[in-house]
């Protein structure tokens, strides 16, 4: 019986979960449509709800979003826009610290996490997977020996974590990608990868 139960519990948990986030992210995006004018709601048009269409009108405007910013005068216009945010108070100082937080996890740039560590965390004895970032130079200038700066997220939420500055030297470089130490965190290690479980060709004898 009780294995039955358990196999049960596995069939049935992660679908439960699955259905429970999708129906909770596609009610969000249906709020959406509210900021359009009552005549315009596919509610009021089609009689009828119909969701997931708060997802379409989502991903057009940040499709039109993307498109107007990318041109030479919508870059100048939002450039102004973010410049006059930023000097409203409360509201610029949450801003910046939002944007440049997606910053570092979006862009491609030099924000972005650089590369994979392994740091003794949270004991000496023990490893944790890093992201590499860049030091502040003032802070470099105030350490004697090479450091890093590190990002050591947490587990299965990979958005909260710790910021360190260590020994360059006390760090081992992986090689893997960003996307697969994000993925092995979120899934605390459980999610097999062939990346993360591929093995080096062995060397061949002269």
């Known amino acids: 019986m009780k294995k039955y139960l358990i196999t049960g519990l596995l069939v049935w948990v992660p679908l439960g979960i699955t259905f429970w986030v999708l129906d909770l992210t596609i009610g969000t995006m249906d709020q959406t449509l509210l900021l359009l004018p009552e005549q315009w709601r596919p509610d009021k048009v089609l009689g009828m709800h119909i969701p997931g269409l708060g997802i379409i009108l989502t991903l057009g405007v940040v499709l039109l979003t993307g498109l107007l910013i990318r041109n030479v005068f919508g870059q100048k216009l939002w450039d102004a826009s973010e410049k006059a945010m930023l000097h409203v108070p409360f509201v610029g100082s949450i801003y910046k ?110």
């Open 97 to 206: 610290g939002v944007k440049q937080v997606s910053d570092t996890l979006l862009s491609g740039s030099g924000n972005s996490f650089r590369k994979v560590l392994l740091v003794r965390y949270p004991h000496p004895q023990a490893w944790s997977l890093a992201f590499q970032t860049s030091v502040p130079g003032e802070v470099a200038d105030k350490l004697d020996d090479p450091y890093v700066a590190v990002f050591i997220p947490t587990t299965p939420s990979p958005v909260n974590g710790f910021y360190f500055y260590v020994r360059k030297a006390d760090t081992i470089e992986l090689d893997m990608t960003v996307d697969v130490a994000l993925r092995t965190i979120v899934s605390m290690g459980v999610v097999a990868d062939q990346e993360t479980g591929k093995q080096r060709a062995p060397a061949q004898s002269p």
